[in-house]
T-cell receptor, first 114, second 113 residues
Framework: DVKVTQSSRYLVKRTGEKVFLECVQD?????MFWYRQDPGLGLRLIYF???????EKGDIPEGYSVSREKKERFSLILESASTNQTSMYLC?????????????FGPGTRLTVL | QQQVKQSPQSLIVQKGGISIINCAYE??????FPWYQQFPGKGPALLIA?????SEKKEGRFTISFNKSAKQFSLHIMDSQPGDSATYFC????????????FGKGTMLLVSP
């Protein structure tokens, strides 16, 4: 079974703090994705990566950055957290670059920025 | 911007009834149409998917109907059960490119006992 784990289920941070969200997948997948999920807005793609050290912007990259130093790990960074970044963050992975396959999601991190 | 429009936003169905969720897309280059199911506190999980070479795909009580000319596809849940209560997302993607999915905004389904 594919397993995607996220470092925290719940996180509370203060405005201006630097926030790291970590995601690890155990199936040697090439693609990894970060989404945010908000009520009524669905899943919106923040960033994705198709290889180590490679990253591409999604639909809403502003205020976020990412890092992929190892194939199995993809980090989402909020350089200076703001209250409008309070949301559910979901990480996903899929097997092959350039081919549409099932995306496997982690359980999510609910981030609250005060 | 590529969009996938999903309706309704929420749906209440009696146990044993048929749940129907509809999606429409704009980009004719889309060639993969999955549906994801999400239970509270969990990440979404693939439920069923279709490619445009067929007009219908059935897996158990779940069926995708696909209308290429209308650029629409729908999820039908037959004999809906309380355990089907979840949020459902349609999505679309192109095989060429970066394998990203464009998601609809989701439908919250409640199946009443």
């Amino acid at each position: 079974d594919v397993k995607v784990t996220q470092s925290s289920r719940y996180l509370v941070k203060r405005t201006g703090e630097k926030v790291f969200l970590e995601c690890v997948q155990d199936m040697d997948h090439e693609n990894m994705f970060w989404y945010r999920q908000d009520p009524g807005l669905g899943l919106r793609l923040i960033y994705f990566s198709y290889d180590v050290k490679m990253k591409e912007k999604g639909d809403i990259p502003e205020g976020y950055s990412v890092s992929r130093e190892k194939k199995e790990r993809f980090s989402l960074i909020l350089e200076s957290a703001s209250t409008n970044q309070t949301s559910m963050y979901l990480c996903a992975s899929s097997p092959y670059r350039g081919r549409t396959d099932t995306q496997y999601f982690g359980p999510g991190t609910r981030l609250t920025v005060l | 911007q590529q969009q996938v429009k999903q309706s309704p936003q929420s749906l209440i169905v009696q146990k044993g009834g048929i749940s129907i969720i509809n999606c429409a897309y704009e980009n004719t280059a889309f060639d993969y149409f999955p549906w994801y199911q999400q239970f509270p506190g969990k990440g979404p999980a693939l439920l069923i998917a279709i490619r445009p070479d067929v007009s219908e795909k059935k897996e158990g009580r779940f069926t995708i109907s696909f209308n290429k000319s209308a650029k629409q596809f729908s999820l039908h849940i037959m004999d809906s059960q309380p355990g089907d209560s979840a949020t459902y997302f349609c999505a679309a993607s192109m095989d060429s490119g970066y394998s990203t999915l464009t998601f609809g905004k989701g439908t919250m389904l409640l199946v009443s006992p």
